[in-house]
């Protein structure tokens, strides 16, 4: 029976929000008392097996990749999961395949990396507004304040609402010494913030900005999976 589970959870996988993929692996694991490791076992035996006798089904090859791929993110492995995706597209060029990749190059400081695989993810597919999002915060992360505020302006274009949209333009408005933009931002973000009933991060100066850079640069650290 658990071989039967494993299998629904990757083809339901194929029509799942990429954005939610992580947490959705993580309840269906949770809930069916599925292991990690046995899905991971499962994607390689598919990996094998379509390479081996449907060499040139490269979609399939490209998707059981990138499930791996996830599976290595959830795991903290972050070059194992690159690796993966970087394989997943080489044999089906996919936008979610890119917009993992770029996610999981900003949780490196790969920030640069990040950028180009965004922007191949919004080439193909460029009505999703995190792709907009996370490239802009990529284009924040190396200081490049104005490229990032016209990515999260398009964002909103696309009728996107998050906290995390209002938080970083109040933070590149503040870096460019615009309070009065960056406070009308904040406000938005405090609100959002309210009716989400979270609370809100520690109002942004030059201190909690150098706070943050460290920490962000203590989450480089990773766990390493050697693939048989």
Known sequence: MKFIYIISILFVHEQTNAQNLIDYLDIMTDSINVSENDMLTYCNKMISHFISYYNEDTK???YYYRVRGDLMYMKGAYSNAISDYTSSLDNDKNHIAYFNLGVT????????AA???FTEAINLKNNESKYFLNRGISYFNESKYNLAIEDFKYCLYL????RNLYYFL???YFKLNKTTDSEKYWMKYI????????TPKPKFNEWTWERETKERKATKKEKKIIMD
Do not use: R
């Open 105 to 112: 190059n900003i949780l490196l400081g790969n920030d640069t």
């Open 60 to 62: 399939q090859i490209g």
């Open 115 to 117: 950028i180009s695989n």
């Open 191 to 198: 609100e959002i913030c309210k009716i989400e009933k979270i």
């Open 159 to 162: 009728n996107d609402n998050s």
């Open 170 to 172: 109040s933070k590149s």
